[in-house]
């Protein structure tokens, strides 16, 4: 069995530790903030990996990768999604506009 490696250590300001428990609680902020609020918490508590993942239902993996990139660069904006690799859009944003407006548009009944 291969050699694990030591969990990233997590060390929060007391700001951080504030809006990340503000995060944790609310009800309105999408549930992946509140996830990777949570897990940092518990990794500032000294809890390893392996028991981050079993107390929030998700793989050591996922608490490895989110403790990791707030450990890199100590901010929480690292908690963000980074950008996703894809084709660009081929329809512009304002043709898109105008075709949601037309699907919203009502239909006459004489035209029906």
């Keep these: ?24 609680r609310s009800a309105k902020a999408p549930y992946r903030q509140v996830l990777r609020a949570k897990i940092l918490l518990l990794a500032a ?7 981050i993942a079993r107390r929030l239902s998700i793989t050591d993996d996922t608490a490895r990768k989110w403790r990791g990139r707030f450990a890199a660069s100590r901010a929480l904006k690292s908690l963000a999604d980074r950008p996703r690799s894809g084709r660009p859009a081929q ?5 898109r506009c105008q075709l949601v407006k037309l699907a919203w548009q009502r239909v006459d009944d004489q035209q029906a």
């Design 45 to 51: 508590d000294g809890i390893g990996n392996e028991e």
């Design 1 to 24: 069995m291969p050699a694990r490696l030591a969990a990233k250590r997590v060390v929060l300001k007391a700001k951080h530790r504030a809006e990340l428990e503000r995060i944790a």
């Design 91 to 95: 329809v512009p944003v304002a043709v």
